[in-house]
């Protein structure tokens, strides 16, 4: 063990925690409410087949006993007899109790996995950003498999346990000195288990994590699985893997050390009992306090006692997995969004009016983002926010749509406080368009509808429409019913935007939130996507942060973001006049993308590096390209 001591595999995430025995039992034992009958009959059958099962042993004891006797053959047959009957039930019992179990932890598996999944869903942008999907699958997959293992293990640990107890007994009715002392090494047995109980949990919970580091790595590698090939190369992306794979390895190569250490050391203090029982009979029958044939009886029975001991301390390493594996899911079940609401009020159908009042925001305490933020947006008002890479364009965006917390300050929809708000209702009144939207597996179709649960192919078909006419639906091979990979990436990022806008269209909230494609699309495109910004814009408040110089333009009002500042606003024509810092973005960046810009206008050498500094690459390529 020492040789791997030091070794740290499986890094914990930051909202894992520690569950005692009891505390996850408590957790566990809402998911057989209504299934008391099931877990009842269960427990019941469990009894039984112990029982039946420890009976058959004692008995065939006695039969061998009764061998000796006068009227041996009644005594025989009807033991024989008893044997019989009692080893059927033992099997019977056993069938019925495993079918049932299975049942049971099936559907408590399927529960917990749907909460897990639930809980997964319901966490906040910073979850999601801080931990690798990957790590996350593999809580809602793998360990709910493991612990459903452990809740089978539990019922057939429960049943050794029984058998334990019953032969203990047994050997107590036939002599209760060496029974004595055969109980002072089942303790010894007990105690060396919960000794090593601590470890054992740490060296599982490590392997555990360890596994799901892996699956976050395949998961992450294949999802950029182009930047992986084009950039990293085959060769890095293995060798990525094989520093995972190793961190697992060692985990596991620690955890098989522990228990290889642990099971011998349990099975050899069985041989110690016997052996000591062996030594005290003995001289116990040479004394003459003990009769040969109790001893032998007793030496019988103990040698079938130690076969369930030993099945136990066998289970131990399941155990403590999936023990483990339950503290992982529930610390994910139990982990509560970092964005709090102080109500759950249903938000009245909003007019669409925002305000940010003295708003600051920072993802980590060391590196403010957004300072002191004073912001009104009218009801009906297009708001373009525009700023170099890395201003803040984005975290305002993700204030507003509360996937973040701020730390400070008030953001009130229509006057009211947006925290009082029920999350689910509010973020339904945002039709959100991503740079980049996903798309679910399924059909254009299917997506669009997602804009209001429950719509019909008529109302998908007049969202669909409402961009563009529809003229985009003839480039798609089917249609409304072309098929869609996971993530739409069989669409091009422009038909995934047009999706997206028509989405929105279909969910008709109030405000309308757009982050802006950097990425150029061809002008057909273009001008179909900028058609459906104008129809979705007009009549619901929008905020657009924006890339195009056609959206800055025609923006009610223009923001300019600078190192998480506000610093200018007004229209096009104002800021332009004012010669302040829209005037010198317009000059470096969207002055480019004027059709019919005059290169003699251009930046001088000095400003274009800065911009090449500032500016994120796909919008210097953009910049590139126009
Ligand atoms: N999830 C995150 N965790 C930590 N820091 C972040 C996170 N997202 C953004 N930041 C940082 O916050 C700052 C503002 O980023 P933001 O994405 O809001 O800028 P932006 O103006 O939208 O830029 P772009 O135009 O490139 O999208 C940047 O310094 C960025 O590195």
Known sequence: M????????????????RYGDRQLLRRITPYFRGRGGAVAFVTAAVVVAAAAGSAVPILLARTVDSALDDDARSVMTLLAVAVLLTGAAAWLFTVLQQRLTGALVGDAVL???????AAAVRQDLAFHDGHPTGLVVSRVTNDTQTFGALLSLVLSLFGQVLVVLLILTALFVINVPLALLTTAVVALIVAVSLAFRKRARTASTRQQQALAEVSGYVQETLRGITVARNHRGEAAAEAGLREVNGRWYQASVRLNRLFSGIFP???????LGTTAVVLVGGHNVASGDLSAGEWVLFLEALALFWSPVAAIASFWQQLQQGLSAGERIFALIDREPAVRQSAQLPPPRLRGALELRGVSFHYT??????????LTVAAGETLALVGHTGAGKSSLVRLLTRSYDFQEGTLLADGRDVRTFDLAQYRRCLGVVTQTPFLFSGTVADNIALGRPGADRAAVEAAAHAVASGAWLRQLPEGLDTPTDEGGRNLS????????????????APIFILDEATASVDPLTEAQIQEGLDALAAGRTTIVVAHRLPTVRKADRIVVVDDGRLVEQGDHATLMRRG????????QYFHHQHPDHDPADEPS???RAAVGAGVHPAEASDAVDH
């Open 111 to 117: 529960k917990l996995r749907e909460d897990a999944f």
């Open 605 to 607: 050498g000095t400003e």
């Open 365 to 374: 305490p060391e590196r403010p983002v957004l300072h002191d933020i004073d």
């Open 265 to 271: 050391l349990l099975i050899s203090l069985t041989g």
């Open 493 to 508: 990022t422009g038909q995934r935007q047009i999706v997206a806008l028509a989405r929105v269209f279909l969910q008709d």
């Open 2 to 17: 020492a040789l791997l001591d030091g070794i740290e595999a499986g890094a914990e995430d930051s909202y894992d925690r």
């Open 580 to 587: 302040g810092a829209y005037s010198r973005l317009y000059r």
